[in-house]
């Protein structure tokens, strides 16, 4: 059977697959060698796509429950559409328009990002629209704008290649972004004299193990390690005071906060040696081509957006930026969380990177969308956490969450399942069922997945593919656009949402980013089939754009780059003699998200079939446990029981635990059992990789009821 070609629906990384379908199923997934992002190569997970597609937990049709103590039973989809818009109607009308909440994902395609948030912001008059991108990054999003101008990470893979100093900050790219942790494997294997890599992470990982110099901070102190690191390139004349004569300002202001940081106080709040620190400074401000890559480690933090802003400073200090091999590259957690932010897919932001505070924005957007001036709400919605926090007080009352399983994602696990519980009305459009957040459900609404839609995602490098519908889904599940076109038109709204292809969304939604940071008014379906460009790609003939900034001129008022002065600042959560040590949390290679599809694939799921708990020796010591061991560890607001992994990899006074697994798989395997909802001032991500926790040897495997499902646990 001949293949055809679309993108990976895991990661941010976005490799092309070539994918052979026989008799109407995915029979085969491999990677494109035509593909510019990935070249071919694939990782594990995406090998392992065919199993997920046609399960048992696969959502086949419209269910509804006509109270929440009965049981969700299937209906036609006219029942459910009509019964999601009533519902949707009343809120507003008994609460108006900011009772009710809008929760996606970067799992879905630019046109249904577009549409969703269209008919939120635009129609129900609602800017409490908010993604699963609010975790993931959201601080990258906001770090670029503040200093640059506007969002967009400005580099490409091919930097990997240019490169002759790659610093990897809060990122286990290995793990978490495999393909392009084996291309920058092969560059330093080609030149392992000329390429420096630094890693910075408190736990050594694979990814650890190719560096040069791994400068194992103590978690949350990254702004100290980088302030410090500029600090010796000032004093060694390591900074390149033309470029930021011409093209910044504000250097003076950051001068000043990293005078205060000389190596031995960078040293003491970041743990690691004076040397170290120094090393690692006179490797990057050395370098020729300097490349900083780095993730979930930096953004989800209650300072993410000051962390990005000392990465900013260290290359706006060397001019280490637009140039090839060298810049800022935030790696994205999701296949399109890159486009959800395009189409305006934050509740803050509206099509083509607009502002909702701006009122000119607000206009335009109005205009287009045909509705009367004024219809946008001109404040921010809540973001992801605080859509939650208002169904816990009763200020939102009802919600609709696309893609997504926030009862299992989401820091504070009980607040979530407390807040779902106490809404008026849930609606859960998914793919599969069950999940942690569809059983709270009062509507589930079968959506069809990867590859049976056609759309368009953008990935980390900027670059969009087309990725064509391969395969019909099963049952009567649907396309999540269709399916929001279809509850707008029984609200009232169907001319507006008259939409007769995915194409003819996409047209309307780039027109909108015109002009813009973001602008790829000059694509549609057609080209992309084609080719797979990088935005910005301005008109039909426009070959698209490999990096940003390449002329020094950037997005803001006056075309110059900002410096941003910041200081270290303690996570919100620091350990005590109750709560000794420091968690934090992360992914695991064969897993992504909350298992929903990687827990669908056999391989998958038993080479990696349960959460660890990975513990230095010296801790391991002190509460008296061995390898192996099970252990509970637990925070202040709950507890994990897992096996315990004892090892020099993690640095004393720290343990990790994947994130995962939710409460489905047992109550007491949740890492987000743990997590606390402090989050970032001006990004609202939360901060998923630090709070304080306690650890003892578990007598049992699971206490009395302990390994039980969550619907036990709730009785």
């Known amino acids: 059977m001949p293949e055809a070609a679309t993108l990976c629906p895991y990661c941010g990384v976005g490799c092309g697959l070539l994918v052979e379908v026989r008799d109407g199923r995915v029979a085969r997934v491999r990677g494109d060698p ?35 103590d ?39 395609t630019t ?97 650890a193990d190719l560096s040069d110099l791994h400068l194992s901070l103590r978690p949350g102190s990254d702004v100290a390690l980088l302030n410090g690191m500029l600090h010796v390139l000032s004093r060694e004349g390591l900074v390149d005071r033309a470029f930021i004569a011409a093209h910044t300002n504000g250097w003076a202001d950051v001068e000043r906060v990293i005078a205060e940081y000389p190596p031995a106080r960078a040293a003491s709040i970041s743990g690691l040696g004076e040397e170290s620190i120094v090393a690692a400074a006179r490797r990057f401000g050395r370098a020729r081509r300097a490349l900083t890559l780095w993730s979930m480690g930096v953004n989800q933090s209650r300072s993410g957006t000051d962390k990005i802003a000392a990465i900013l400073n260290l290359h706006l200090a060397t001019g280490q930026i637009g140039r090839a091999g060298a810049g800022p590259f935030s790696l994205t957690g999701q296949p399109n969380a890159m486009g959800g932010r395009e189409t305006g897919g934050l509740a803050h932001l509206l099509p083509g990177y607009r502002s909702i505070e701006d009122a000119q924005a607000r206009s335009d957007v109005e205009r287009h969308w ?105 049952g009567e599940a649907l396309p999540d656009a269709e399916i929001v076109a279809r509850v707008a038109a029984a609200m009232g709204w169907k001319a507006s949402f008259a939409y007769e292809s995915a194409a003819e969304i996409f047209d309307e939604f780039a027109a909108l980013t015109a002009g813009r940071p973001c602008d790829y008014s000059g694509l549609d379906h057609a080209r992309l089939r084609a080719a797979s460009p990088q935005w910005p790609v301005p008109t039909p003939a426009h070959p698209g754009s490999s990096r940003l900034y390449a002329d020094g001129i950037f997005p803001t008022s006056d075309g110059r780059a900002r410096f941003v002065p910041v200081e270290h600042a ?43 708990v990975e513990l230095n020796g010296a801790d391991a010591q002190r509460a008296g446990v061995h390898d192996g061991d099970f252990v509970e560890i637990a925070s202040r607001r709950g507890k ?73 646990a709730d009785q």
């Open 370 to 474: 045909g509705v009367e001036p004024g219809t946008i709400a001109p404040r921010p919605g809540r973001a992801a956490l605080e859509i939650f926090e208002g169904l816990a007080t009763g200020e939102i009352r009802a919600i609709w969450i696309l893609g997504t399983n926030p009862a299992a994602s989401m820091p504070d696990t009980d607040l979530v399942e407390r807040a779902l519980r106490q809404a008026d009305f849930v609606v859960v459009q998914d793919a599969y069922h069950p999940t942690e957040t569809t059983r709270f459900a009062d509507v589930l609404l079968p959506a069809a997945q990867w590859p049976e839609k056609a759309g368009v995602m953008t990935n980390s490098e900027r670059r969009l593919t087309y990725l064509p519908r391969l395969a019909s889904p099963p």
């Open 570 to 612: 303690e996570p919100a959560e620091l350990p005590d003699t109750a709560f000794p040590l420091t968690l934090t949390t992360g992914r695991v290679r064969d897993h992504w998200h909350t298992l929903t599809r990687t827990g669908q694939a056999p391989a998958l799921r038993t080479r990696t079939p349960e959460p660890i």
């Open 111 to 207: 046109e249904e990002y577009y549409v969703a948030s269209k008919l939120a912001k635009g129609f129900l008059r609602t800017n409490n629209f908010d993604t699963n991108s609010r975790l993931c990054m959201a601080s990258a999003a906001a770090g670029y704008t503040r200093s640059l101008g506007a969002d967009g990470p400005p580099c490409s893979y091919d930097d990997l290649d240019a490169a002759d100093c790659v610093f990897l900050i809060g990122t286990n790219t290995a793990d978490c972004h495999p393909v392009l942790f084996k291309r920058l494997r092969r560059r330093k294997a080609a030149a392992p004299d000329a390429v420096g890599v630094l890693v910075a992470d408190p736990r050594w990982t694979e990814t």
């Open 640 to 712: 994990l029981i897992a096996q315990c992994r004892v090892t020099s990899a993690i640095r004393e006074g720290v343990c990790f635990v994947p994130f995962h697994w939710g409460r489905r798989f047992g109550f007491y395997k949740s890492a987000n059992n743990l997590t606390l909802g402090a989050r970032d001032p001006l990004s609202h991500q939360p901060e998923l990789k630090a709070c304080a926790a306690r650890l003892r040897r578990a007598e049992h495997p699971y206490p009395q009821g302990g390994d039980q499902s969550p619907q036990a």
């Open 34 to 68: 035509a593909h510019p992002s990935s070249l071919g190569d694939v990782c594990a997970k995406a090998v392992h796509l065919p199993p997920t597609l046609r399960t048992n937990e696969r959502l086949l049709y419209p269910q509804l429950r006509s109270r929440r």
């Open 70 to 108: 009965s049981v969700l039973s299937r209906v036609p989809w006219e029942l459910a559409v009509r019964t999601v818009a009533e519902r949707l109607g009343q809120s507003v009308a008994e609460h108006g328009s900011d009772a009710i909440a809008v929760y996606a994902s970067g799992q879905l």
